[in-house]
């Protein structure tokens, strides 16, 4: 009996999932940005760029804790020439510092192409004891965002419970971006 999956493609598909792609363009750009950062700066200059602490925010929020993405970025120095690797501390206080802008307007009459997503982030510290004694489900608030993959800027940022799903936050994102414009 042949087999009609096609083990090749769908092993080809597994590989995919664990890529990682980093825009390295901020490594170019380092000294330029922060001599821009420092240029009036009173106190303690800044070390690391706001463009490295953007990438090193997002892969906190998806995929690493603070002292992981140290060792992380650590093992990446090794490999990408001036790359200087911070310490968990200092991505903290800046990624707790950094102001996310928005985008308050998309250019509708133009192709706009977007990515979605979405993820969940416990609310409560219950622990697996208090759980299963108490029959407590564990909180969860789901965080969905909406980028513009060409500008890289944010379009939408909404906060929900956990059984709201992407495709409704888009829907009345775009109806209020229509709204908007009429």
């Given at each position: 009996?042949?087999s009609?999956?096609?083990?090749?493609?769908?092993n080809?598909?597994?590989?995919?999932?664990?890529?990682i792609?980093?825009?390295?363009?901020?490594?170019?750009?380092?000294?330029?940005e922060?001599?821009?950062?420092?240029?009036?700066?009173?106190?303690?200059?800044?070390?690391?760029?706001?463009?490295?602490i953007?990438?090193?925010a997002?892969?906190?929020?998806?995929?690493?804790?603070y002292?992981?993405?140290?060792?992380?970025?650590?093992?990446?120095?090794?490999?990408?020439?001036?790359?200087?690797?911070?310490?968990?501390?200092?991505?903290?206080?800046?990624?707790?510092?950094?102001?996310?802008?928005?985008?308050?307007?998309?250019?509708?009459d133009?192709?706009?192409?977007?990515?979605?997503?979405?993820?969940?982030?416990?609310?409560?510290?219950?622990?697996?004891?208090?759980?299963?004694v108490?029959?407590?489900?564990?909180?969860?608030?789901?965080?969905?965002?909406?980028?513009?993959?060409?500008?890289?800027?944010?379009?939408?940022?909404?906060?929900?419970?956990?059984?709201?799903?992407?495709?409704?936050?888009?829907?009345?994102w775009?109806?209020?971006?229509?709204?908007?414009?009429?």
């Open positions: 009996m042949s009609l999956r096609d083990w090749k493609g769908y080809e598909a597994l590989v995919k999932r664990g890529l792609l980093l825009d390295l363009d901020f490594v170019a750009d380092w000294s330029r922060l001599k821009a950062m420092n240029e009036r700066k009173e106190g303690a200059k800044y070390r690391y760029p706001e463009s490295f953007k990438l090193l997002v892969v906190h929020a998806y995929v690493l804790p002292r992981q993405l140290e060792g992380f970025m650590r093992a990446l120095s090794q490999h990408v020439d001036d790359l200087k690797a911070p310490d968990y501390t200092t991505i903290w206080w800046r990624v707790a510092k950094m102001n996310i802008d928005i985008a308050r307007n998309v250019e509708l133009k192709d706009v192409t977007i990515a979605v997503d979405s993820t969940g982030i416990k609310v409560s510290n219950r622990g697996e004891w208090i759980r299963k108490w029959k407590v489900k564990r909180g969860f608030i789901k965080v969905h965002i909406a980028v513009d993959t060409k500008t890289k800027q944010i379009l939408a940022i909404e906060v929900t419970r956990k059984d709201v799903g992407t495709e409704g936050c888009l829907v009345g775009w109806r209020v971006q229509l709204r908007k414009r009429t």
